[in-house]
């Protein structure tokens, strides 16, 4: 106990995040101390943050970034995880049994409603409760960016792959899995979501050795999204998602669904899937506006305007064809 | 209804399919008429199409082309896609429920058949019919191949991507999913089928701004097989088809069962999936004549066949090797 | 029966595998006969192996390569293949219907119990009993590399696909899955696995043709890790064998699960399959032991190791940071 007291206080300040705007796209500066580190004070203001982003209408995106000059975040607060994983006597077996037959059970009792059950493994669980906030990231109609001013390792690097789109700062920067170098293995879905970004291959290589992505390899590979200067991955990031906000956001939040939640199912079970969201879309207020006004716009100029490149580029730019904007 | 009678008499004459050939690879013109657009005709002949392809041995393959000079498909019928979303009362939250819970129950009762009894939903679900198509093609023993000779937007890009191998025109021409700017989401299969394609990335990003690639970008991402130029689309597509149509017709819907199908599935299951196939074929009149083929070769010649190179190459261009050519 | 046994004389004589070494990396040369042929030996002798690589905490990795000039392994021997396909009277629909079943009720009953207690499908069975040793290599925390020092169709391409890295050959050599032009269909993971590290649309494409691979072609597509020299393929092998085994093998092995199991579960399946993984981790002695060291670490400098690169280099080819070398 000593050791982790000692270490917190040495290691981490209470983290927290600035956020910038009240409607549209708000700008999320993430302040994990002077070592830029991630600990429970910012895994709860993250939780808040995104809950009400992807509850306001009126919230379209969120870039985050970091306030410390060139770092976006290092990775957890070392201390936290070590003590999450003493917060109950020496492993027994029933435990260790209990979790390794998880692997096999997977499709039946999810292991996380079951152990949290157990009083004495609260604190460890606490450090993955960030987990229900990346999900929710992903299945919500407000896009998520990040705006990589610098390294991010471990959680980091998780965080990042949990947003839609990653903008990375040129520069001696890096981004990857280091869990292995400490014996642990990655535990904020780096393992998860990395392969589904960049395959099983690369995904492999680079976590059994903890080696990271410079930004020119992590482009390369898909692990980010653009490589600018240091000075403009902020205003970028800004600029795409201000392109993205001007989509309908039920729309949005459908596709990011299909995508990252259907697209992982097996084929048959994902088209279901895909095919629920497309009901509720379909008789959506706006969808129906806007088809109304397509037929309309189709009959008066004889033309379909998605296949008229000047309008279909001006749609793009506006976020829509038929209909009036937004409401 | 007023609104969607006139638009469908402006935008549409009911689409038909044009079928050359009786056996062997069959070419497949489809007329949507001016605006090349896929509605509720085209499905059932698509159907039609598809089952007698799938059905027949002596029917190796069909390459599906355009009647219309510079699109392949525009997208679908946005009045039958809009009549679709207005088949029955404003939403009511218990339906709304319904769908959006299927989303976290996706295991267990597949929505279509629960709504399928609900009788003012069938106008809707029957928009999607050609989902089972779609599937029925993955399945198939039978090549499919999209000649695009011209642009494919939604169900177009979705119907090409439901094929085997995509040839497409080199020029002014674009194939993607546009529905974001209606404020849709795909429902033909799109967003489940384009990132086993080109990943979760590359289609996040096109699918949520509503763009589409141009043939080089399609290529360069691998949503297309093959560019070549415009009047070279259907000879190369029916060369690559009449290739593989060579090959044991039940070889090549296992391999595709077991590609699609199987690796969707989670890693154990998809080596069941592939084992269950294999013993099928393995127990098959046509696999026993070849092996035994094969091992008088090797006795008579004191070499494998496979390990010569040149008589590798005469395999692959006859499409088997051991066992006379397919009966 | 006599044409079985004829080729088995000719084809193959019993193979073995040679295993250099008792603990650290192991070197295992496959000795196929003069045909470099995979039979029930060697998939025996395999088992074996892989089983004590897996228990002896002392075995880091085991480098497979082929006692064969120009061959890793030709392909299985075909007269093993054939006579498994005839283990039991012609097939009857019941049968087939049941495999045929399957594909559809992969989620419920696998076929492989229902199948293994009818004892005519016994011998048929055996032929695939490497399917579980295979599996057994992606879940365990000893890493496994194949030293292709020649061609590998087939089952040799499953094999090398069945490990974590790959490093071929230049030169007149293949890899690749030749089974359609036997009219069968790949039997041995292939179909899984090689989706699963170049994409469906790469796989089916070749699988479908029965084309294999050049070394310049795989390496382009992600199908091999690197491509050297002959001469330089078996030391390669072992020097990132080396490399690899520095860390943690019970990491090693939560990372290969996390990956090869977890990312081919739904997402949120996932996730849960990654976050026990960390649970066990997290508490172990030597991850608890390595915190504590990268603590004191940084309260000593006054810098987080893994943000200072040099001190990451050096955890990089140590194999670890914080914590005395590995016990």
């Known amino acids: 106990m000593d050791t982790s007291q000692s270490s917190r206080s040495s290691q981490q300040s209470a983290g927290h995040i600035i956020v910038e705007g009240q409607s549209g796209v708000l700008v999320a500066r993430i302040n994990g101390g002077p070592h830029a580190l991630f600990d429970a004070a910012l895994t709860k203001q993250l939780k808040e943050l995104v809950d009400r982003a992807d509850r306001d209408p009126d919230i379209h995106a969120v870039v985050f970034t970091s306030t410390h000059p060139d770092r976006f975040l290092s990775h957890s607060d070392v201390g936290?995880?070590?003590?999450?994983?003493?917060?109950?006597?020496?492993?027994?077996?029933?435990?260790?049994?209990l979790v390794a037959r998880t692997a096999r059970l997977i499709n039946r009792v999810p292991i996380v409603r079951t152990l949290a059950g157990m009083t004495r493994l609260k604190t460890l669980l606490q450090l993955d409760s960030f987990h229900a906030t990346f999900l929710k990231m992903n299945a919500s109609g407000t896009i998520f960016i990040a705006a990589l001013n610098g390294s991010a390792l471990a959680v980091g690097a998780e965080l990042a792959w949990a947003c839609d789109l990653r903008i990375m700062a040129d520069g001696d920067y890096v981004i990857g899995l280091t869990e292995v170098l400490l014996a642990l293995t990655p535990g904020g879905g780096g393992s998860q979501r990395l392969p589904r970004l960049i395959g099983t291959q690369q995904t492999l290589a680079a976590v059994l050795?903890?080696?990271?992505?410079?930004?020119?390899?992590?482009?390369?590979?898909?692990?980010?999204?653009?490589?600018?200067?240091?000075?403009?991955?902020?205003?970028?990031?800004?600029?795409?998602?201000?392109?993205?906000?001007r989509r309908s956001k039920e729309s949005l939040g459908a596709i990011k669904r299909s995508i990252y939640f259907g697209s992982s199912l097996p084929l048959e079970?994902?088209?279901?899937?895909?095919?629920?969201?497309?009901?509720?879309?379909?008789?959506?207020?706006?969808?129906?506006?806007r088809m109304l006004d397509y037929i309309a716009a189709t009959d008066a100029t004889g033309e379909l305007p998605l296949l008229d490149w000047e309008k279909y580029a001006r749609a793009l730019s506006a976020g829509g064809i038929g209909g009036s904007s937004r409401v």
């Open 269 to 289: 079970q994902g088209l279901q899937f895909e095919h629920a969201e497309f009901l509720v879309r379909d008789q959506s207020k706006e969808a129906q506006r």
């Open 209 to 245: 050795e903890g080696r990271p992505f410079t930004p020119a390899e992590a482009l390369a590979l898909g692990a980010v999204d653009e490589v600018v200067p240091q000075d403009q991955v902020l205003a970028r990031s800004i600029e795409r998602a201000e392109y993205l906000s």
């Open 80 to 97: 936290w995880l070590q003590k999450g994983g003493t917060g109950f006597p020496p492993i027994n077996t029933r435990i260790a049994g």
